[in-house]
């Protein structure tokens, strides 16, 4: 990416300039960026670019906004470690903190002209990699009836699933035979009646059912998990080691993995590799055989070639359930469009049952909660999709209760959100600040109020942890989508706007000439400020008049 701009400021100077003179560029995957603007933030950029001249040693940008100051001819070059399928975004600000935007009377500095040139070099197909296209990405076969031996990935599979019941008194199964996709049951053996656990399972195997390497050679393969999983697990079988080699497997979801770069790794010749709660999303599996010999002596000979095999098992809920074991309730929240919006996108979600109504909002939340006897908090999830061209947008989710509220709530993207794996985490007493995307305002004992900005388009889940014992009180609880934050506190104008390419709507305020921010929540200039200005320059026009009366006489004007 070539950026060009007719502003020349040499790099030793731009420690000199005000945040209300730099002019940076970001770079965000799925969502529009916004600029953090703390001191700490532009300190680390300002440091970071003229160390080493770009975005420094940063691997992957898929979930961080990455910004670098703008000179007068900028190229960045992003390798496929760092690039992640889908939409990025490239935001241009000229001057950071906020500004009056309103009074015609401010001058706002040089305008920045720009001109943006974009080559994005790849290979024909998603199963070809490296530098000149001549390495392979290899589909993972998932095994279920024979037609469906090729299938590259989780949608329309036909799924042998299994279905176990859990009580103090005894364990009862039910195996599932699917036909036309709907499961049928059998019962096995039952004296009880209390279901507590219920398993999809997929096993996926590489299609020619073995797998030849060498030491140095690295092989690619690729499986999309498009619904919520439990975890997945990867075996390999039918090998036969030194005991100074090792069969290692990296994992990376929707990018390919790397030795220093990776989500996931294990030596699976030892023991199967386990990920609990993946994302959705295509995830990449890289193998490689490690000669631990090797790696301390070079002069050590090469391995043979290996051969082995290995499996890919997907688990998954059935009925409604989620959570690692099949436990906690969850729902699907359905979008429903507000009506005369003031920016296309708004909207609210309610579950798609007859314990909500679509003409409301919000829904009671107590309706909706688990209720389990297992462990001392159960947990309630809630899933919500973003649409396309809607990445420009926030959300909104409030909890309101005639009583202290003792749920915490928890939020992550692509994924369902635990203890250990959120992005954003709300209680009454603490919360996950530090993001410029997140803001968690005007929270009570019994009242949470917090939003996403430009939440990124796709699937969301929202976690509610909430205690097991059965509470009398009454809560509400709404998500919305919504244009700017706030309403732009009622000190500016919610506008709606598209992006470049006319692909995505995004939203912002125009404040009014006392105020300024994201959201115009930041006072510039204050009242008395206003009063001041007025009457000095009502000073000045009657000095100004009687001047030109010639009259002479004394006046005092106070301030």
């Not at 990699?129 to 299938?151: L, V």
């Not at 000669?291 to 688990?315: E, G, H, Y």
């Not at 798609?352 to 209720?371: G, Q, V």
């Not at 993207?413 to 410029?436: E, H, K």
Request: hydrophobic fraction near 35%.
């Amino acid at each position: 990416m070539n950026f060009a701009t007719d502003r020349d400021i040499p790099r030793e100077h731009l420690r000199d300039l005000p945040k209300s003179d730099l002019a940076i560029i970001c770079l965000m995957i799925a969502n529009p960026p916004i600029p953090d603007t703390s001191d700490y933030y532009l300190d680390n950029l300002l440091s970071n670019f003229l160390a080493v001249g770009s975005f420094g040693n940063t691997n992957n940008q898929s979930n961080l906004v990455q910004c670098i100051p703008f000179q007068k001819n900028t190229t960045i070059v992003l390798t496929n470690g760092q690039i992640s399928p889908g939409i990025w975004y490239i935001g241009y600000f000229n001057g950071l903190g906020p500004a009056r935007t309103q009074s015609k009377m401010i001058s706002r500095g040089r305008a920045l002209s720009v001109s943006t040139s974009i080559t994005v070099e790849g290979c024909p197909t998603s199963a070809l990699w490296g530098p000149y296209c001549n390495q392979t990405i290899e589909t993972i076969g998932c095994s279920q009836f024979s037609r469906y031996n090729n299938s590259r990935d989780l949608l329309g599979l036909t799924i042998n699933t299994r279905k176990i019941l859990k009580t103090k008194e005894n364990t009862r199964r039910t195996s599932f035979l699917s036909r036309s996709n709907h499961p049928i049951g059998h019962q096995l053996e039952s004296n009880s009646t209390s279901v507590v656990g219920v398993e999809n399972l997929i096993t996926c195997a590489i299609s020619n059912d073995s797998l030849c390497l060498r030491q140095g050679d690295i092989k690619f393969y690729f499986l999309d998990i498009v619904n919520q999983a439990l975890q997945f697990e990867i075996t390999a079988a039918n090998f036969r080691l030194s005991q100074s080699a090792s069969l290692i497997c990296y994992l990376r979801c929707n990018a390919l993995p790397q030795r220093d770069l990776h989500d996931y790794s294990g030596d699976i010749s030892s023991a199967p590799l386990v990920i609990k709660l993946p994302n959705i999303g295509r995830w990449y599996i890289a193998i490689e055989i490690l000669n631990k010999t090797q790696m301390r002596n070079t002069t050590a000979p090469m391995l043979d070639t290996i051969c082995f095999s290995f499996d890919w098992q997907v688990t998954g809920c059935l009925n409604g359930k989620t959570g690692t074991d099949c436990l906690w309730e969850a729902y699907v929240l359905q979008r429903v469009p507000k009506r005369n919006p003031s920016v296309p996108f708004e909207s609210y979600y309610v579950p798609t049952d007859e314990r909500a109504l679509l003409e409301y909002s919000h829904f009671s939340l107590e309706k909706f909660l688990t209720n389990s006897s297992f462990e001392q908090f159960a947990w309630t999830y809630f899933f919500l999709d973003v649409p396309q061209g809607s990445a420009g947008a926030l959300i909104h989710v409030q909890l309101k209760s005639d009583k202290e509220l003792n749920y915490e709530l928890y939020s992550k993207y692509g994924g369902l959100p635990s203890n250990d794996s959120w992005d954003y985490y709300a209680s009454r007493t603490s919360s996950s600040n530090g993001s410029v995307f997140y803001s968690l305002q005007n929270s009570t004992d019994s009242d949470m109020d917090l939003s996403i900005f430009y939440a990124k388009e796709g699937t969301w889940c929202f976690g509610v942890k909430h205690p097991n014992y059965t509470s009398n009180s009454q809560t509400y609880m709404s998500i919305s989508l919504q244009g700017c934050h706030r309403n732009c506190n009622q000190k500016g104008v919610c506008h709606a706007s598209v992006d470049e390419s006319g692909l995505t709507f995004y939203s912002f305020c125009t404040c009014d000439r006392d105020h300024g921010g994201f959201d115009c929540s930041d006072e510039l200039v204050s009242p008395n400020v206003h009063f001041i200005f007025i009457k000095r320059n009502v000073a000045n026009v009657r000095m100004k008049f009687f001047d030109h009366l010639n009259i002479n006489m004394c006046y005092v004007w106070a301030l």
